[in-house]
């Protein structure tokens, strides 16, 4: 087993002419600083790294859905693997990965080491495992049924496996296999393609440091190990190693264009057959990135917690760049990139909330790539819509609503130039007010739109109506909420986009419409309440359970306690809504406390996503992360800093249940990062934080170009949770937010914290923050 994290301490050694008594009491000391360095012992190891940190274990058994993979890769690369079985538990691993093409996909291409009897082997072998290393740069497992032990590091476009066989008195074999596709061999090298979706291909250059005695594949019983080529479903070539061969190196290239930059890219990356030189690459790119946030403080497992939740948000989106060209799925073309990487594989729905402002903060080149890479895949396909759920292989427009417009106008808002608005503004527009709204569907505006447009939601169907709208999904429904809630919050975004370009008449109009959501209010209940065409109330309505699987005849995932606050951009309306700043709160607390009202396995029946509940509250699923920060909006930050700890606690831990729902590559993580730093962008497309409860005594944000930003805390311990009084660059500060402004110049956040809350911090009406609009400096 090769060990990248731990490196013995040097300088420790004891000299060997001092007083007995003395040189004992010097050795304890040794022993003690000594232990103080192991890995196996929960002391504050003085010289790990960031990555040293990350476990990708955390989350790897699901509460309901799909687990947290534990993913091998280097940062927002093409290359992404990880063990093949559904959860943690699984007793067997299927293979061994070569690439993942899509998150929380299956890989494509599979490579199978054997030993022993040649009518076992099959296109993908199944494996009892054990001695298992997970490392964000690097990844071990003992196969053990068959006694070997596996090695793999990544790169960014390759990768290398080095298969250790105990057995020598047998031929070693590899199994190459493509799901659906060609292979051929020739003599050390396997190359070929894989179909995915969408006319797309994945294509593999593979060679080993051993020359195979012959290459084959099944004919009737027998392997011909004279064969060189095989293609179809399944289709796969076994090469055969001879007796007392101890080792195997395997080292591939992975590419969207051809087996040819397959090859460029793995001799560009992996020049030799190294593994360790690949793993500590990847280790020092790990650290230099996750580096851009330095945490101190006593308590070693938040750092671990951290940091583990950073690097899930570098999972995706992907870069498809390969030597200045991409394939882009979104046209079936090879296009030059002109100097701007190509990113994909982005499930905006989960991540424009705090993953995309996340990147804004510390990956600002990256971000605005990314947002090129939009404005590309809108160019490309042939209705020119703002892409929902870009992957690699095209736009599968799921989930609902169009929030590409968030990630365009809170980057702009923040400074970021490197990208067209007036473009991204006409594709944002197109898919609002082009595209249908119905969820999970990439048709065009229907009466159901058109409905929107005149009377400002989008209707819900009867109980027991038959749906006749050719464009609603027969599974997903309407969503009309979900719908309705969303966008006007992308009207919103739309209308400031709008209003930055000098568009003032379409400014005034979606900035008006976006006001809308006050069409679904239930006055009488205080709940958005779904409306038929008639413009009445569905009757009978129950906020906990009416809507069908997944309430998505009302809402959607979750129920309507949680979509009850779900207005970003007019969070001080909402708070007059409710009634004002105390009933406010007072519902807040009444949806934590309020029982989920059936057995859990009923409750969960119906509503799988609505996981990490506390009462009716879901921390599992992203539309609730904005809320544990909503009362400082009520002028009551105290219980902010309360809930958020609380939640932290209670459901992102450093086990492999640690993560409550789908974390969808930094969906719910960035949350993590955010709120243990002690802010969270509870508005993207409004320049400025809400302020929670730090974790650490010292974050300190990268922002390049020289600058940092600070949060301190006085007083620190991993109890003290409360801010007793805060400065910002030494000025006093009496306010629950602070300005991306204020951020990105460098600074520093002073807390001064404390284990009870100070009630009367920020809790002046000219303390709360901004809402719509963003306050004249």
């Known amino acids: 087993m090769v060990d990248y994290q731990y490196q013995k301490p040097s300088g420790l050694t004891c000299p060997a002419k001092i007083p007995i008594m003395k040189k004992y009491i010097y050795i304890l000391i040794c022993l003690i600083f000594t232990l103080a360095f192991d890995r196996n012992f929960g002391f504050a190891q003085i010289n790990k790294k960031p990555v040293d940190y990350v476990n990708p274990y955390i989350g790897n058994i699901s509460h309901l859905l799909v687990p947290t993979y534990p993913t091998v890769h280097l940062p ?13 538990t699984a007793n067997t691993i299927s293979g061994l990965p070569v690439v993942v093409t899509s998150h929380r996909g299956s890989s494509a291409f599979n490579l199978s080491p054997f030993q022993g009897d040649l009518k076992k082997i099959k296109s993908t072998l ?4 054990d001695n298992e290393v997970v490392k964000p740069y690097y990844y071990e497992v003992d196969l053990d049924d068959y006694g070997i032990n596996v090695q793999f590091a990544p790169s960014h476009q390759s990768g290398i496996y080095a298969l250790n066989f105990s057995a020598t008195n047998l031929p070693a074999y590899l199994v190459i296999n493509t799901g659906d596709g060609e292979l051929k061999a020739d003599r050390n090298v396997v190359s070929g393609f894989q179909k995915l979706d969408n006319n797309t291909k994945v294509y593999l250059y593979l060679e080993t440091d051993l020359a195979p005695t012959g290459s084959g594949t099944h004919k009737g019983d027998k392997i011909d190990f004279k064969e060189q080529y095989t293609n179809g479903r399944n289709a796969y070539l076994v090469l055969k190693y001879p007796e007392k061969t101890k080792q195997i190196k395997a080292r591939y290239g992975i590419s969207f264009i051809s087996v040819e930059q397959a090859k460029k890219n793995l001799s560009r990356e992996i020049k030799d057959y190294n593994l360790d030189q690949v793993a500590q690459t990847g280790k020092n790119i790990w650290n230099a990135t996750l580096g851009k946030i330095a945490v101190e403080g006593t308590d070693e497992t938040a750092k671990t917690i951290f940091y583990t939740s950073l690097y ?6 992907i870069c498809l760049s390969e030597d200045g060209k991409y394939f882009s ?14 990113f994909t594989d982005d499930w905006i729905w989960d991540t424009y909330r705090a993953t995309h402002p996340l990147r804004v903060i510390i990956e600002p080149k990256m971000e605005g790539d990314m947002i090129n890479s939009y404005l590309r895949m809108a160019q490309q396909m042939d209705d020119h819509w703002m892409p929902t759920f870009p992957e690699v292989t095209g736009d599968s427009r799921r989930m609902n609503s169009n929030h590409g417009v968030a990630t365009i106008i809170d980057a702009y808002n923040k400074g970021l130039r490197t990208f067209n608005l007036a473009d991204a503004y006409q594709y944002c527009k197109a898919g609002i007010t082009e595209k249908t709204l119905s969820p999970w569907s990439s048709k065009k505006a229907g009466v159901l739109d058109q409905f929107f447009k005149d009377k400002g939601y989008f209707p819900a169907l009867p109980a027991g109506e038959k749906e006749t709208a050719p464009e609603v999904h027969g599974f997903e429904k309407r969503q009309p909420i979900a719908v309705t809630l969303g966008t006007v919050y992308d009207e919103w975004c739309l209308g400031n986009i709008a209003k930055q370009l000098g568009k003032t008449g379409d400014a005034d109009y979606f900035l008006d419409k976006s006001k809308s959501y006050h069409t679904v209010f239930n006055p009488d209940t205080r709940f958005f309440h779904p409306k038929d065409a008639n413009g009445k109330f569905i009757e009978n309505l129950d906020y906990r359970f009416s809507g069908g699987l997944g309430a998505r005849e009302t809402y959607d995932e979750n129920n309507g306690w949680l979509y009850r606050w779900d ?7 909402l708070v007059e809504m409710m009634g004002g700043k105390q009933a406010f709160v007072d519902e807040l607390e009444k949806m934590y406390n309020t029982p989920l009202g059936k057995s859990r396995f009923d409750f969960y029946y119906q509503l799988p996503d609505h996981t990490g509940n506390v009462g009716q509250f879901s921390m599992g699923n992203e539309p609730a992360m904005h809320i544990p920060y909503l009362y400082n909006y009520a002028g009551q930050p105290w219980r902010t800093q309360k809930r958020v700890r609380s939640l932290l606690t209670q459901w992102f831990r450093n086990d492999l249940m640690g993560i409550p729902g789908d974390e969808d590559g930094g969906g719910l993580t960035s949350f993590v990062v955010f709120s243990q730093m002690g802010f969270y962008p509870i508005t993207p497309g409004l320049p400025m934080y809400v302020i929670g409860s730090p974790a650490f005594a010292k974050v300190k944000l990268d922002l390049g170009n020289g600058k940092k930003f600070e949060v301190a805390c006085a007083n620190y311990s991993p109890e003290n949770k409360y801010i007793q009084s805060a400065k910002l660059n030494g000025v006093v500060w009496n306010k629950s937010w602070f300005s991306h402004a204020d951020l990105i110049k460098g600074g520093k956040l002073e807390l001064v914290m404390g284990k009870r809350p100070n009630k009367l911090w920020a809790s002046d009406d000219s303390a709360i923050p901004p809402s719509f609009n963003m306050p004249a400096k």
Not at 126 to 129: A, N
Not at 330 to 342: A, I, M, R
Not at 567 to 573: A, I, K, R, S, Y
Request: glycine residues 10%; without cysteine; proline residues 5%.
């Open 76 to 88: 927002n690369s093409l290359l992404r693997v990880y063990p093949e079985r559904d959860n943690f």
């Open 126 to 129: 199944r494996y009892g495992y």
């Open 312 to 317: 899930r948000t570098y999972e995706r989106m």
């Open 329 to 342: 799925a979104f046209d079936g073309k090879v296009h030059d990139d002109s100097g701007v990487p190509f």
């Open 567 to 573: 207005v970003l951009h007019n969070l001080g309306d």
